[in-house]
C-alpha cells in the first residue's frame, strides 16, 4: 500500500513553519512562492487565489484525494503514554512513521478521517482507551482517505474540525482517533500569531461558524460552558456530541 501525503496549508509565515515531516509539501498562495523557497527546504506548490482556510483545504483535497494535513504551527509530535519526558518527544521521521501506520490501520478499517489526541495533557490520556472510533479530530494534524462524501464549506471561516468531524459521522459513523499521540501546537497560536487564520478569525467569525454548524447539525452542536484548563471560554466557543 502506497503512503499518504503529508500537507501543510500556509500563507504569511513563510520563516515561521514549524514542522520538518520527512517528505512535506508546502501548499502557498503563488505570489508567496519566492518567500517560501527562501526559507524552506521541502516541496512546495501554489494554488491560485483562495479565500479562507477551508476552501484551501478543499483545494488540497481535490488534488491529492488522500492526504494528511497539518498546521504550520505544529511545534511537536508527543507520546502522551509515557511520563519519561525524552521518551514522549518524538522525532519529526518518528512523526512521519506514526501517520503513515495511522494512514493504513484506518484504510484497513473501511475508516476515511482520523486523527490524533486532541489534548497535550497526559493526565487526561485514558490508558484503557488508546484508540477511539467515534470523536471530535483537530483539524490541525488530520487524515482523510479518498472518498465521495466528505468535504469542506466556503461557509465557515474557523471550524473545519468541527465540520469535518461531525459531516463524517453523519455519513460513516466511525472514525480513527490514536489517542496516543498528540501533535502540539505553538501556544496561543490561534489569535496572536502573524499570518494564517489570525488574519480571518474574529469573535463575529466564531458567532458566525457556530450558528451555522448548529443549523446544520442540530443539537449535535453546543455552546460551551464554564473554563477549561483555567481559562475562561468565549461566548461562542462550541463542543459536539456526536450520539453514537
Not at 494528511?68 to 509515557?82: N, S
Not at 489534548?119 to 472510533?133: D, G, M, R
Not at 453523519?170 to 487564520?197: E, M
Request: aromatic fraction near 12%; include cysteine; charged fraction near 25%.
Amino acid at each position: 500500500m502506497g503512503q499518504i501525503k503529508i500537507v501543510i496549508p500556509t500563507a504569511d509565515r513563510a520563516e515561521t513553519v514549524y514542522p520538518k515531516i520527512p517528505g512535506q509539501i508546502l501548499c502557498v498562495p503563488k505570489n508567496q512562492e519566492d518567500q517560501y523557497k527562501e526559507h524552506n527546504d521541502c516541496e512546495i506548490i501554489t494554488h491560485p487565489k483562495i479565500k479562507g482556510l477551508a476552501l484551501k483545504r478543499q483545494w488540497i483535497l481535490e488534488k491529492f484525494k488522500s492526504v494528511f494535513m497539518m498546521d504550520d504551527d505544529i511545534t511537536k509530535a508527543e507520546r502522551l503514554y509515557t511520563t519519561d519526558n525524552e521518551h514522549a518527544h518524538m522525532t519529526w521521521t518518528e512523526a512521519e512513521h506514526r501517520i503513515q501506520e495511522t494512514y493504513q490501520t484506518a484504510k484497513q478499517a473501511g475508516i476515511y478521517l482520523f486523527g490524533f489526541n486532541d489534548t497535550p495533557n497526559p493526565k487526561h490520556y485514558k490508558p484503557f482507551k488508546p484508540i477511539q472510533l467515534t470523536g471530535y479530530i483537530n483539524a490541525s494534524a488530520f487524515g482523510i482517505i479518498d472518498n465521495d462524501k466528505l468535504h469542506f464549506t466556503k461557509e465557515t471561516t474557523a471550524a473545519e474540525s468541527h465540520w469535518i468531524t461531525l459531516l463524517n459521522a453523519y455519513y460513516f459513523r466511525k472514525c480513527y482517533i490514536d489517542n496516543r499521540y498528540h501533535f502540539r501546537q505553538k501556544l496561543n497560536s490561534t489569535f496572536t500569531l502573524d499570518g494564517g487564520q489570525a488574519m480571518n478569525r474574529t469573535m463575529e467569525s466564531e458567532k458566525n461558524d457556530t450558528m451555522y454548524l448548529k443549523k446544520i447539525f442540530g443539537n449535535a452542536v453546543e455552546i460551551k460552558k464554564g473554563q477549561k484548563d483555567g481559562k475562561r471560554l468565549h461566548k461562542y466557543q462550541r463542543t459536539i456530541k456526536i450520539p453514537f
